[in-house]
């Protein structure tokens, strides 16, 4: 909702300071200038990127009002953990191949259906237990493997920021251009009344004017607002990476799970004291 407000105060000062200026709107209405600059700009998207990339980029656009992951889904994936670890425990790691195996029928994955539908961060938990489950993999080249899959998923998320990021670069650029074709427009009714030539020059700078506002004031800002998410998504698989890595290393469930809380960012890491409840209050569900 932030971004939302951002993106209100941007054009709202913009326009607000314009119109205090005696400025008429009526002649920041530019059809023209808008079909050459946005035209442009997606053009310039469209060749740049693939379309899977274009696909990502759209949807992480309509997705910059969500809170991105909360205290609560940490929570979730900390207790999922923990039964899963405590499945291992008491059964041993054959008991975790029916969870593992099928994990839309899993009585422990099923209760969290937002990392059910977190397809990556379920094929990320699923892989690796699997591995755990097979045996004979050292914990260094456990946790090598490990990042080496979410390096590879972090670039490929931080794809749409980049792409925005450049087409942000280009904008001001493509203002200049609808600028210089309006000079060149003006420059053939030189002759014509000094209104004529006067609103011609206006409507060429609404050109350099948009490209730059539409720059710095919206594209630019939706990249860094993506790359954030982006880099908070890698905080989440950092967690479930912690957990999984403590787990093969022999250390008791709760201390895996503490090891998983520790890397958690401090605005929604859930305390100790609450993670100990919650993994209580899952263990009395169950009895």
Known sequence: MISIVGIAVVFLSVIGGYIMEHGHLAVLFQPAEFLIIGGAAAGILLISVPMRVLKSTITKITKI??????KKDYMDLLVMMYELFNVARKDGLVGLESHIEGPDKSAILTKYPNILKNHHALNFL????????????????????????????HKDESQPAISLASVGDALPGLGIVAAVLGVVITMG???????????????????????????????????????????????????????????????????????????ISSEVRPGFSEVEEACRASKTSKT
């Open 65 to 70: 009002m969500s809170p991105g992951y909360t």
């Open 126 to 153: 699923v892989d690796t237990m699997r591995l755990i489950i097979m045996g004979g993999v050292p914990e260094h080249d456990l946790e090598s493997m490990m990042d080496m899959d979410l390096e590879g998923h």
């Open 189 to 263: 009714a030189i002759d014509g009344p000094p209104e004529v030539i006067g609103h011609k020059v206006g409507a060429a700078l609404v050109g350099t004017f948009l490209g730059i506002l539409l720059s710095y004031g919206l594209v630019q800002p939706l990249s860094a607002n993506i790359q954030l998410a982006t880099d908070s998504e890698g905080k989440y698989y950092s967690c479930l990476k912690q957990g999984l890595l403590a787990f093969h290393k022999g250390f008791a469930t709760s201390i895996a799970v503490e090891f998983a809380r520790r890397v």
